[in-house]
Each structure stands twice: as C-alpha cells, then as structure tokens.
C-alpha cells in the first residue's frame, strides 16, 4: 500500500469508524451467530495473490460485524465499560504509526518519558500519596491489564520476600541460596478475600505459590477487614507457611466492595515483609472525584495500586496503571540485563528502562493515547464523566427500588454497579433488602449464604434470577452479567 492508498484507505475506514458509532443504537448489543459461523464466511486457505483494500475493506461489515459484541452499546451493561473515545482512537493510531519496541529509553526516549510524565498527572488527579510519584523513590508504569500488573507486583514480592527472609538467615553461597529460595517457595502463600478478582489466583499459580482465600460477609458489605487479615496470617504462620502478598481491592468485580484499608493497615504494620497490593481495576477511576478521595489517603501503606484506564476512564484498551512504592522492588526483581541490552544511558542511572517494570520486554506506546485523553477532557471533564455514570447508576437503583414488590438489591449500589436479583412470587425471603424493606436482621451476619444449606427460598430466588437473566439474554436485547455471590445468584 503506498502512501497516497493509504490515505484513501484509512480515510475511508475513518468514515466507516464514525458511521459505526454515530449508528451504533440501531444494531443488537449481541450477536446472532453460532460457534464457528466465521469458518463458514471465510476460505479455509491463506490469499495467495494480495487483495486491495477495497475488497478487504467490505469484510468487515459482512463478516467481522455479525461476530462483535458491542461493548459500546447504549444496552450493554454487562461486566464493565470498556471506555472508547476518538482522541483514545487518534492516541491509537499514532502509536501503531510509530511503532517501536520501547523496552529501553534509548529505544524512543519519548516513549519512556511521557509514560512517566501522564502517570504522575493520573496519581495527582486520583489524589494518590505522593510514595507512587515518580519524584521519589515510586513510580507508574502502564501495562496490558489489571492481571498483567498483578503477576508482575507478586513476583516482585516474592523475590523480596526471599531475598529478605536469607538475608535475616545469613544465607550468602550462591547455591545455597538457590536451594533454600527453591524450598521457601514452596511455602509461600498469597492472601486474599474470597471476593478478589481471579486474576491473584491466577498470579498465585504463575508465581508458583500457594493462594489462600479469606471469607468475607454481606452484613459487612463483602469488605475484608484487618482483624480477618490478622486470623487468617496467624492461621498461615501457625501452619509453617510464609504468607508474603495481601490482595486489597477497590471495587470488587462482584459487588464492587471496598475494603476496610484502614483497618488492614493498622494490622499490616506488624507484617512488614508482606506485600500489599490494591486492585481498583474499575473503581479506581472514581477517586477523579474529590468526594472517594478519603479512599486515596488511606493508600499510604499499599506497596502497589492498578486502577484500569481502559475501564472507566476514557481511554481505549489497553491501558492498565500501576503504581509502586518502590521502583527497586520491580527492578531488583525483574531487571536482567545482558550485552545486547546494554547501554550508556542505562549504565549512567539517569534514564528509566521500563523493561525492568514488567514481564515481557518490547511495550507499546500506551501513554501517547492517555495523554491526548487527559489533555482533551482536563480533570473536570473527567470528574464530568464519572459523575454522570454516578447519577445513571442511582436513577437505575431508584427504579429498581421502586419495583420492590419484583427485585431485591443484594447490596447497596456501589460506584455504578447496581447488584439485583429477583424476589420470587409469594414468598417471604430470608435475605432482606439492605436499605431497610425488610425489617428483620440480616439472616445469616456471621455466615455467608451457602449454596449447599437446604435452602428452599434461596434456591427459588436463585432459580427465578437466573431464569429472568436467561430470558433477557436470549433476546439479545440488553447484555447484563450474572454472577454467584456467596451462593446468591
Ligand atoms: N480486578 C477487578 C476488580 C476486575 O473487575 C477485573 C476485570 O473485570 C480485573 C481485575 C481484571 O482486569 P484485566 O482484564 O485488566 O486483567
């Protein structure tokens, strides 16, 4: 393609971009197809003669568009907004334009420094402390996604862990300190509450540790709290294992609960060796709003924070921010360096190399896109956003309320997540409204609601939720998540 085709071609496809999203309400927010409906649309042998963009171009329409979900759609409200604005598209194309590896700052030093640059804009706008700035000893870096950032924050963990751990055990040789490495990790364990995202299990699994879930309770709105932070580590250590990474969150994907930091960190303090990582995926972007920056403050103790951009923020995937408190945590960990790698800006100390940031080498230029997000919106524009999801999310939950008689909020609205299910007919359900419907104490305050208890109103109500759920599905009118919490559908 030459210059000129190019820019008929992408002219076009601009046009298309915006037809999509000016049109985008007339389409279903789900697709119609089957499982392999695209084998059937497509040869099953690569071109052998190149095509113009012309004929390329029609396939879209005719068979890329009958697979997507759209996830910008007015009636998609399942898992969570996956942000798309044109100044993200534009920060999008630049980068595929100037594609680079950028693992170095050598490799295009404007790379590394607006990434620095935006990410100590966003800790400011979040009213993060100042431990996560770049000034210090602290720092930002983007990655892929909020799993992403937590497999690379719990393998620095873990190597902290250790290399504290021998350090105290005057474990110096070489091969010595390989074979006692190799044998605590066997025994380390992660923590989390049962409402964590998958993704630190998964983090667990890769960082070849043992994971560990501690419970947590509706009557206390599914937050975890430092006193079951302190059991369950007393539990762990009585066991004769190494607990060494607390998973926090802000938001969790279920209900979106917030965990008592405060509490944790008072608790934490006599751990210092564990590392505390906040997970705000979603929610981090509401701390745009100076009314949840009482949740900022109390991040002071955290030795990570990832909030997702690409969530809520207006910036296109992918766009994960993650904050430490000590840059030399993930660089002790992660930085190897070997001749080809090697260079003057490096050696001199002066210069960030991202590579030693996270797990795989090359990047892409991800703050290009968040520059041109922050610079077109300012903060006001964001706060502007976020509170406008907030009023949406609290006429959705007052129509809801109004239809007591239909739907019970399982907990109270939190962020703009609203969490329902379906009271079924002629029933007294145990589970009460939370905002007082019900007069009786919550049912069960020290036990979560188990899905093996015999159980017959849950299990109705569970049915009739999942039952609502299935209906809307099939109409593919609206696309909404269902998920099972503590054995409530
Ligand atoms: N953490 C929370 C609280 C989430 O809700 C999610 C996804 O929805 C994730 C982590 C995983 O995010 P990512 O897809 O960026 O890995």
Redesign the pocket.
Known sequence: MTGPAFVEAAGSVVKDIEQYYSNLSSRPVLPSISPGYLQKLLPSTPPVQGEPWSEIEKDIERTIMPGITHWQHPKYMA??AASSTYPGILGEMWAAALTSANFNWICSPAVTELETIVLDWLAQILALPDVFLSKGEGGGVIQG????AVVTVMVAARERYIRRQLEREGVTDPEEVEDRSCELRGKLVAIASAEA?S?TKKGAIIAGTRFRTIAVHRSNEYALTGDQVRTKLEELKAKGLHPYYLAT?L???NTCSVDDFVSIAQVIKEYPNIWIHC?A??AGSALVLPQYQYLSKQMAFLDSFDM?MHKWLLTNFDA?CLYVRKRKDLTDALSITPSYLKNDFTDSGLVTDYRDWQIPLGRRFRALKIWFVLRTWGVEGLQQHIRHHLKLADLFAGLVKGRSDIFRILTPPKFALVVLMVKPKNTQPKLPDVDGGDPRPYQDQQNPVNPEVDDEELQKANEITKEVYTRVDATKEFFLTASVVSGVY
């Open positions: 898992f969570f996604s909020a799993s992403e995202h993704s969150t938001g969790s994907t997970d995926a979603y997702n994960s």
